[in-house]
Nanobody
Framework: QVQLIESGGGYVQAGGSLRLSCATS????????MAWFRQAAGKEREVVAS????????YYADSVKGRFTISRDSAANTVYLHMNIVKPEDTANYYC??????????????????WGQGTQVTVSS
């Protein structure tokens, strides 16, 4: 099972940018579908973005489409979430997730088999 460690969270003003990183170890990075989820206070965890092992296909939730970009660096075994034009409603704990032996995107919590510990993002208005 792959280990995931997120970093890059913090405070940012609305309209600003932030980059989250998820470093992986213990698995064959290029074979894993990777995703970012978020969970706001009092709400269920929801998928934000997903990227297949080759990086050729990505998926975005409607709420972040056009503002966030997911990418992966095979040399660094790391997946990123580039957050642009952030809004107060983007405030949440962001989690990295991985799925091995999966053909399609990670679209729900049950699709993932490894999770990071989360990193908090707070957007001020």
């Amino acid at each position: 099972q792959v280990q995931l460690i997120e970093s890059g969270g913090g405070y940012v003003q609305a309209g600003g940018s932030l980059r989250l990183s998820c470093a992986t170890s213990g698995g064959f990075f290029s074979t894993y579908v990777m995703a970012w989820f978020r969970q706001a206070a009092g709400k269920e965890r929801e998928v934000v973005a997903s990227i297949v092992g080759s990086g050729a296909s990505t998926y975005y939730a409607d709420s972040v489409k056009g503002r966030f970009t997911i990418s992966r660096d095979s040399a660094a075994n790391t997946v990123y979430l580039h957050m642009n034009i952030v809004k107060p409603e983007d405030t949440a704990n962001y989690y990295c997730a991985a799925a091995g032996r999966r053909l399609g995107h990670i679209l729900r919590q049950s699709d993932a088999d490894s999770w990071g510990q989360g990193t908090q993002v707070t957007v001020s208005s």
